[in-house]
């Protein structure tokens, strides 16, 4: 049967999450929130909206819409603007060989990412052209844990969920990929991803050998 891969973007391609880090902590100070590396987990893999919400909670803030929609826009400027000089030194270790060797042999290979900036990001570190489907935030309306966006990507690939690989480094992703009957490779600890079919501490870790015993 044939195999189709999912990447997520953040953590997984490249690390954007100290950059998402920097934005939201500079948005918790407005809210006199002191907000901690550790609360920066509980965000990876989750769209936008609901990470100021979960930002809102933390800081027992009750916001108007209106605040809402100034600060998701201030937040994302921000971000943007902290990821405007990327480039293909911010590749994480192997993820280029990775794809390389994927489309090689012709393996389809998609994003399935909740960033909303997932296309300039990729373009910015040369990968881009690596990838058949791309789905992020701006195509599903589900955020993960809700395997809408892995679901959506498998059926641009033209491949069965269950015949589709899964990259992931957060909690609300490895649900995701599990829930669509996918395959999941997580990176990151394997205490809190044990979800997870495979678990590796980082990207450097994934060898040829294990890539290759996923297509077959």
């Given at each position: ?41 509980q965000f990876k893999g989750v769209s936008r909206v609901r990470s100021l919400e979960l930002l809102l909670e933390m800081a027992q803030y009750k916001a108007t819409q209106e605040e809402k929609e100034h600060w998701l826009t201030e937040k994302n400027d921000h971000y943007l603007s902290l990821i405007s000089n990327m480039n293909a ?128």
């Amino acid at each position: 049967m044939p195999k189709g891969f999912i990447f997520d973007l953040d953590g997984v391609i490249v690390d954007t999450a100290k950059y998402h880090f920097k934005a939201w902590q500079s948005l918790a100070k407005n809210l006199q929130y002191n907000f901690t590396e550790q609360d920066n987990e509980q965000f990876k893999g989750v769209s936008r909206v609901r990470s100021l919400e979960l930002l809102l909670e933390m800081a027992q803030y009750k916001a108007t819409q209106e605040e809402k929609e100034h600060w998701l826009t201030e937040k994302n400027d921000h971000y943007l603007s902290l990821i405007s000089n990327m480039n293909a030194s911010e590749i994480l270790p192997g993820i280029t060989e990775i794809l390389t060797a994927l489309k090689a042999q012709k393996i389809p290979i998609a994003l399935g990412s909740a960033s909303k900036n997932a296309k300039p990001i990729l373009k910015k570190v040369g990968l881009l052209s690596y990838f058949d489907v791309l789905v992020d935030g701006n195509e599903v309306a589900k955020a993960k844990p809700d395997p809408e966006v892995f679901l959506t990507a498998a059926k641009g690939l033209g491949v069965a969920p269950e015949n589709c690989v899964v990259f992931e480094d957060a909690l609300a992703g490895v649900a995701a990929a599990k829930a669509a009957q996918m395959v999941c490779v997580a990176i990151g600890d394997p205490a809190i991803l044990f979800k997870a079919d495979h678990c590796f501490a980082s990207t450097a870790e994934i060898t040829p050998s294990f890539v290759q015993s996923l297509i077959a």
